[in-house]
């Protein structure tokens, strides 16, 4: 997370530039985050991020959508082996 996505998060419409880490704010009709609404933003925004580690995990343990299709092609629905190991990334990455 970073400054910028900060920004974007509180002003999604707010024009911005930050040059060599300086903020140059180009919205006279937005009210610009102070540093502390930017900060608080960005813990919030690592937190969140944080928090989502399962959904991130799971979709590299995942079998690949091809097989999954490969799957659903030649069975008419997911097979029970298919199935089985969804279920083993989702116990092994549950979501907390």
């Known amino acids: ?15 911005f530039a930050l040059v060599n880490g300086i903020l140059e704010w180009h919205s006279p009709d937005i009210t610009q985050p102070t540093e502390a609404e930017i ?3 960005l813990a919030r925004l690592q937190a969140d991020y944080e928090a989502k580690q399962y959904a991130r995990d ?13 799957d659903l092609f030649h069975s008419g629905a997911f097979s029970t082996e298919m199935a089985a190991k969804l279920q083993a990334v989702k116990d092994q990455f549950p979501k907390e």
């Not at 997370?1 to 024009?15: K, V, Y």
């Open 39 to 41: 900060q608080a933003e």
């Open 58 to 70: 799971r979709a590299a343990a995942y079998p690949s959508i091809g097989d999954q299709l490969d």
């Open 1 to 15: 997370m970073n400054i910028a996505n900060a920004l974007r998060s509180l002003c999604p419409t707010a024009e």
